[in-house]
């Protein structure tokens, strides 16, 4: 059973939940405690709250499921047009947007996968595949704390693209699709390197079968260390078998605080 949740404030989350509730042809039902809104169908729940997402934490407390998929819009400082998809968690000390300090969310591999393949489709099929970018982004922002594996899928970056019924159904095309098809095969893996939009890892997801837990961009190595590795590991169904590189992108002691944690834990190690 997925939970599909959005905040009701949120005008692309709530564009896209429109759609979905369409195309799914979903009906009001009473299982989403404390709720504004509330549409069940096989095996899913597509709910909508106050709140805003990044303070989810309460979910386990209001559905009944089994993983989540978040409904969001995206912000960037530089206004880039964007279909994304990540996890959640803060790997430093900072907590500014949700969660807690040091913390990650359960990662979903598998989910986030498929979802980045599907964004791609449709964004083919609706004509916005190079002007918008579809990418995985880092870990961050909250929640942190959910028990169950949780998946954010994104439009960005500006009100006029949260606002845009053409995106709301690019997004809603991905996740009916995937709720049709179901979880893929594939590797699971832990993302080290790169930027925000961490380019290099979702090249290899679209050219295999690579599919990302966390991933810790440059901008949070300062923080990375064996304990939020162990939590990238067990934080995450399926658990990882490997840690993914972006060699250009970590300094030396990274590299090699890498290689003990992977030899410990029994993990491959691949250099991109």
Request: proline fraction near 5%; hydrophobic fraction near 35%.
């Amino acid at each position: 059973m997925y939970g599909i949740v959005y905040s009701v404030n949120d005008p692309a989350g709530s564009g896209v939940a429109k759609e979905l509730l369409g195309i799914l042809g979903l009906r009001e039902c009473s299982l989403c405690r404390d709720a504004v809104s509330c549409y069940c169908g096989e095996d899913v729940v597509l709910a909508g709250f106050k709140e805003d997402v990044i303070y989810f934490e309460f979910l386990d407390h209001r559905l009944s499921v089994d993983k989540y998929i978040v409904l969001s819009r995206h912000s960037s400082m530089a206004k880039v047009k964007s279909y994304t998809v990540h996890h959640t968690g803060n790997p430093g000390p900072e907590a500014r947007y949700g969660g807690k300090p040091y913390s990650l969310a359960v990662a979903s591999p598998p989910v986030t996968y498929k979802l980045l393949l599907l964004l791609r489709k449709y964004a083919i099929e609706y004509d916005r595949y190079g002007e918008y970018e579809v990418s995985y982004e880092a870990t961050h922002h909250g929640p942190s704390e959910v028990g169950k594996p949780l998946t954010f899928i994104e439009i960005g970056s500006t009100i006029e693209e949260w606002s845009d019924r053409v995106n709301h159904l690019v997004l809603a095309n991905a996740v009916a699709g995937f709720l049709e098809e179901g979880e893929p095969e594939c590797t699971p893996v832990i993302g080290v390197g790169g930027g925000h939009y961490p380019r290099k890892h979702t090249k290899l997801s679209f050219n295999t079968n690579t599919c990302y837990g966390h991933i810790f961009a440059k901008y949070t190595l300062q923080y990375l260390d064996r304990n939020i590795l162990y939590k990238a590991l067990y934080r995450s169904d399926p658990k990882p078998v490997k840690i993914v590189v972006e060699k250009k992108g970590t300094r030396r002691e990274h590299r090699e605080l890498i290689n003990v944690f992977a030899r410990e834990y029994s993990l491959d190690i691949e250099y991109i």
